[in-house]
């Protein structure tokens, strides 16, 4: 069976590398690439991201490949936002209030609210709210309170529609950790550092793909 092509997009800020390794280890051709044609061609879009929003955009906008998101979630395929790349997929963000994200999850990305250290940069559990496939099969299910993963950030997001939700965290307060938006997931912890789980999660994003 050939491999889902799985177009991880290149925007030059983070260590983009990684997520592509990662796909790759548990089934996916995924390619790390900003050519247009590739991800029209792909089966499925991921979109990483470490560091500030605003200059993540920027650096998105300046590669060209805004558009390319959208035509990729408005084609109905497979689509996953990790980390930034999750923040990216909300409208705004209060790290930097006078950047416009990509509106594909309605709402804003907040920073964690006092009274604990930011950024969390630790382990911690999900607690799923609803059913979704990133979460099928033993190794992600939610037994003793859910899954590890591991978090590197100071915000999260927040939508509009509560029911975007899949999962949350709790770092002192509730913070929103894996969305769902018809094709759209998202996470904004790492899957590619997460170990097992996060390795499983991935599996789940691959299998998922349709050729």
Same mark, same amino acid.
């Given at each position: 069976?050939?491999?889902?092509?799985? =177009?991880?997009?290149?925007?030059?800020?983070?260590?983009?590398?990684?997520?592509?390794?990662?796909?790759?280890?548990?089934?996916?051709? !995924?390619?790390?690439?900003?050519? &247009?044609?590739?991800?029209?061609? /792909?089966?499925?879009?991921?979109?990483?991201? %470490?560091? /500030?929003?605003? /200059?993540?955009?920027?650096?998105?906008?300046? =590669?060209?490949?805004?558009? %390319?998101?959208?035509? !990729? *979630? =408005?084609?109905? @395929? #497979?689509?996953?936002?990790?980390?930034?790349?999750?923040?990216?997929?909300?409208?705004?963000?209060?790290?930097? #209030?006078?950047?416009?994200?990509?509106? *594909?999850?309605?709402?804003?990305? @907040?920073?964690?609210?006092?009274? *604990?250290? @930011?950024?969390?940069?630790?382990?911690?559990?999900?607690?799923?709210?609803?059913?979704?496939?990133?979460?099928?099969?033993?190794?992600? &299910?939610?037994?003793?309170?859910?899954?590890?993963?591991?978090?590197?950030?100071?915000?999260?997001?927040?939508? @509009?529609?509560?029911?975007?939700?899949? &999962?949350?965290?709790?770092?002192?307060?509730?913070?929103?950790?894996?969305?769902?938006?018809?094709?759209?997931?998202?996470?904004?912890?790492?899957?590619?550092?997460?170990?097992?789980?996060?390795? &499983?999660?991935?599996?789940?994003?691959?299998?998922? *793909?349709?050729?």
């Amino acid at each position: 069976m050939t491999a889902p092509l799985i =177009a991880v997009l290149d925007y030059g800020i983070g260590n983009l590398r990684s997520a592509e390794k990662a796909l790759q280890k548990v089934g996916g051709d !995924a390619r790390l690439t900003r050519d &247009a044609s590739l991800v029209a061609d /792909a089966d499925a879009v991921v979109l990483p991201g %470490v560091g /500030a929003f605003g /200059a993540c955009m920027d650096a998105l906008r300046g =590669a060209g490949l805004e558009n %390319v998101v959208h035509d !990729a *979630v =408005a084609s109905g @395929r #497979p689509f996953l936002g990790i980390c930034v790349g999750m923040q990216m997929l909300f409208d705004d963000s209060e790290e930097n #209030p006078e950047a416009r994200g990509l509106g *594909v999850i309605p709402g804003s990305v @907040r920073w964690i609210p006092p009274g *604990v250290k @930011r950024p969390q940069m630790q382990w911690n559990r999900l607690r799923i709210s609803r059913p979704d496939p990133l979460f099928a099969g033993s190794e992600l &299910a939610d037994v003793g309170g859910g899954p590890w993963v591991y978090f590197v950030h100071s915000l999260h997001g927040v939508p @509009r529609d509560a029911n975007d939700v899949v &999962a949350t965290c709790e770092y002192g307060s509730t913070l929103n950790a894996v969305f769902r938006r018809g094709n759209v997931s998202a996470t904004q912890f790492h899957p590619e550092k997460s170990g097992t789980v996060g390795l &499983a999660l991935l599996r789940n994003f691959v299998s998922g *793909v349709s050729r």
